[in-house]
């Protein structure tokens, strides 16, 4: 089992930065991948970036030179560095896992955490 605990969210004006982080423990090597995810008021759950075991990244158009995933492998975080905000960037953030374990595939999500782009 994994659990993940998200932080930095807040509220920041548009044009600003935050750094997201997802704290994963537990069963943490059988972690294949890590997303991050963002859920707007009234809207789908959709996938904003995500890193895999090897480093590999990937990102939604919408927040392509904006956003940058990386993670600290000592400290079994990833960080969601999130520049240039606009407030259609408002959203609760998830981090999700992807574990592969004994052949079979399991998800794990965080609580969220509120992010809110305004003036």
């Known amino acids: 089992q994994v659990q993940l605990v998200e932080s930095g969210g807040g509220l920041v004006q548009p044009g600003g930065s935050l750094r997201l982080s997802c704290a994963a423990s537990g069963n943490v090597f059988s972690i294949n991948a890590v997303g991050w995810h963002r859920q707007a008021p009234g809207k789908q759950r959709e996938l904003v970036a995500a890193?895999?075991?090897?480093?590999?990244?990937n990102y939604a158009d919408s927040v392509k030179g904006r956003f940058t995933i990386s993670r600290d492998n000592a400290k079994n975080t990833v960080y969601l560095q999130m520049n240039s905000l606009k407030p259609e960037d408002t959203a609760v953030y998830y981090c999700n896992a992807d574990v592969r374990w004994l052949g079979a595939a399991y998800e794990y999500w965080g609580q969220g955490t509120q992010v809110t782009v305004s003036s």
């Open positions: 890193i895999t075991s090897g480093g590999s990244t």
